[in-house]
């Protein structure tokens, strides 16, 4: 899992397994087909929303009705990053990506796969909810989920997609950073490569 998958996964799990095993390839605009994703050099935040958005297009209605909060992240994420010191840099993208995006194939979400996938993480949150209710502070859960550690960084990014809410996403992203070498050293190469 390269940095645009991390990225993608960490703003919509199910857009970001569209990504897995395809090929990269440099052009003037971003493609994405079933096989292959054509990316143009822009600066990488940019191009983790313009992916996103040439994904979510690339779905038929009703995956798009389903992915409505996903939409939402990646509109939050645009906030964001128009917000920070590379405000100015991204505004070009970000304001107009229609410009930057060509149309490509229809996708489609493996939505079996997603669950068989949700279904091995599921455990993992209810024993993160049940800590939190008997633990008491952030402190004491974040000592008592070194089960985390067992997570691949994909299974990290899972995991936080299906927490309810924003807190708990927040104490989960904490534990795994705390909890999960992998999963750290895959969060700092997504930051490197935010920055720039």
């Known amino acids: 899992m390269d940095e645009l998958e991390f990225c993608i996964k960490s703003l919509s799990y199910p857009l970001g397994m569209l990504l897995e095993g395809s090929e990269r390839r440099h052009g003037e605009f971003v493609r994405v087909t079933r096989n292959c994703i054509t990316l143009p050099e822009v600066p990488f935040a940019a191009l983790c929303y313009l992916t996103g958005i040439a994904l979510y297009d690339s779905l038929d209605l009703v995956d798009k009705k389903r992915l409505q909060n996903d939409y939402r992240a990646m509109e939050l994420f645009r906030r964001k990053m128009l917000g920070s010191k590379l405000g100015d840099v991204l ?9 930057h995006i060509s149309p490509g194939e229809r996708l489609a979400i493996d ?86």
Request: hydrophobic share 35%; glycine share 10%.
């Open 111 to 196: 939505w079996l796969e997603f669950e068989a996938r949700r279904e091995k993480v599921e455990p993992y949150l209810e024993r993160i909810v049940e800590l939190e209710k008997t633990t008491g502070s952030r402190e004491g859960l974040l000592k008592e989920t070194g089960f985390l550690g067992e997570l691949s960084p994909d299974q990290g990014l899972l995991l936080v997609y299906i927490a309810d809410d924003e807190r708990l996403r927040g104490l989960i992203n904490a534990a795994l950073g705390k909890n999960n070498p992998w999963f750290r050293e895959a969060v700092i190469r997504y930051f490197k490569a935010l920055q720039g």
């Open 91 to 99: 505004r070009p993208y970000m304001e107009s990506p229609g410009r």
